[in-house]
């Protein structure tokens, strides 16, 4: 499998709590966040996105949460379940298509 | 839909050499970003091809380079390859009206 990252900062929960992964992004200027997911041996896969324009979005058991402020993105999963053990990376789009990740956490689910 | 393809999955070159990886887009798509994943410094962004043309260049050597074909499939190169090369590339594509990239399986790359 694909080692994506030797020190990230790692969430346990038990199956069935809720999850929630923060991150502090740069750059007051960015328009767009996305969430990103990856399984090791994968490319990362969407979950989910937020437009600087709006403070919350939700989609199926996750919700994304951007508070401009404080510069701070926030994913919600309700009702964790082993599949979603994974790391995940927030992302902004500071240029065209030109996404800047964070460093990832890494999500591990206790059965 | 078919996803994002990126060949060859793993490759194995010595230092010195240089290296090319394929990326094909989902239809209908038109950009491809590459980007560069490493344990140390995680995902960064190498460019951007829309319609043929760089449109966005990340902050990497000349040695990384990269083009885009008329059917958008893109290829990016590395010459004279050194071992912090190594790495898992990965390429996304998007549509012409949104952001949201789709990302491939990558090309893990080992620089010996």
């Known amino acids: 499998g694909e080692s994506v990252g030797l020190h990230l900062p790692t969430l346990s929960v038990q199956e069935g709590d809720n999850s929630i992964i923060n991150c502090a992004y740069s750059n007051s200027a960015s328009d767009y966040f996305i969430w990103y997911k990856q399984e090791s041996g994968k490319g990362p896969q969407f979950i989910i996105d937020i437009r600087s324009n709006m403070d919350k979005r939700q989609g199926q058991r996750v919700t994304v949460l951007l508070n401009k402020t404080v510069k701070h993105l926030s994913l919600q999963i309700a009702a964790t379940q082993p599949g979603d053990s994974a790391v995940y990376f927030c992302a902004e789009n500071t240029g065209r298509r030109a996404l800047t990740f964070g460093s990832g956490t890494r999500l591990q689910v206790q059965p | 839909k078919a996803g994002v393809t990126q060949t060859p999955r793993y490759l194995i070159k010595t230092r010195g050499q240089q290296v090319t990886l394929s990326c094909s887009p989902i239809s209908g798509h038109r950009s491809v970003s590459w980007y560069q994943q490493t344990p140390g410094q995680g995902l960064q962004f190498l460019f951007e091809y829309f319609s043929e043309t760089q449109r966005n260049k990340g902050n990497f050597p000349g040695r990384f380079s990269g083009r885009q074909f008329s059917n958008s499939r893109s290829e990016m190169n590395v010459s004279t390859l050194e071992l912090g090369d190594s790495a898992l590339y990965l390429c996304?594509?998007?549509?012409?009206?949104?952001?949201?990239?789709?990302f491939g399986p990558g090309t893990r790359l080992t620089v010996t």
């Open positions: 996304a594509s998007s549509g012409d009206r949104d952001y949201e990239q789709y």
